[in-house]
């Protein structure tokens, strides 16, 4: 089983900066593959961000790409997610996801993938 706390949420000025972190404990880290999503006030929880167990391979949302940065720490079980150019509608409320394998029936950007979450850390950008 496991467990995924985040943290780093907060308010910010648009055009400013957060990174959010996600602590991995129990199961093995890497996991397959560990994500970001987010869910703003009545819409659907999106994908944002992925990085996979080989060779840390990422890929990202097009209306993050080039803002945001998701990274690994496998000393600390630690994803990050380096959030540049935060715009108001960047917030939501932003979950880690991670997944001990692909079944490929979703895409790897789709929440059914994933297995394990945490409980969220609101991220707010003010214009």
């Known amino acids: 089983q496991v467990h995924l706390k985040e943290s780093g949420g907060g308010l910010v000025q648009a055009e400013g900066s957060l990174k959010l972190s996600c602590a991995a404990s129990g199961g093995t880290f890497p996991p397959h593959a560990m994500a970001w999503f987010r869910q703003a006030p009545g819409k659907e929880r999106e994908f944002v961000a992925v990085i996979t167990r080989g060779n840390g391979v990422t890929s990202y949302a097009t209306s993050v790409k080039g803002r945001f940065t998701i990274s690994r720490d496998n000393a600390r079980n630690t994803v990050y997610l380096h959030m540049n150019s935060l715009k108001p509608e960047d917030t939501a409320v932003y979950y880690c996801?991670?997944?001990?394998?692909?079944?490929?029936?979703?895409?790897?950007?789709?929440?059914?993938?994933?297995?394990?979450w945490g409980q969220g850390t609101q991220v707010t950008v003010s214009s």
């Open positions: 996801a991670a997944t001990d394998g692909y079944s490929g029936t979703y895409a790897i950007s789709a929440p059914q993938e994933y297995s394990y």
